[in-house]
């Protein structure tokens, strides 16, 4: 839920004047519900569909498992990576935004 790229593209693209829809798939949100509600309000998602373990279309995948979380630190080098992607797309949605196409470019009419 921090402010990676993927989770500032929709704000950027909104604020675009653009509509968008974004699909998205994920094993794990999160590991409670606020941090699952955050993911929910920075994707500006409207549905989900959650299956768990227990669900019987999941549950014969399911095997014997054991849990540990480990907490890792996000690498340097995948901050930069990061701020070079947002440099990336902030340039072309803002032309796109200065000459009111983006809403044209994304479906509207």
């Known amino acids: ?55 019987p279309n999941v549950k014969r995948y399911i095997h014997n498992r054991e849990e540990e979380v480990i907490s890792v630190k996000q690498p340097d080098v995948i901050k930069i990576l990061d701020k070079k992607l947002l440099e990336f797309v902030r340039q072309p949605l803002e032309i796109l935004r200065s000459v009111n196409a983006a809403s044209r470019l994304m479906g509207d009419s």
């Not at 993927?6 to 909104?14: D, G, K, T, V």
């Open 1 to 55: 839920t921090g402010m990676h790229t993927f989770a500032l593209l929709p704000n950027m693209i909104e604020e675009a004047g653009a509509k968008f829809r974004l699909l998205a798939l994920s094993a794990t949100p999160g590991t409670d519900i606020k941090s699952i509600q955050a993911v929910v309000e920075t994707l500006k998602i409207s549905k989900i569909e959650a299956r768990t373990e227990d669900d």
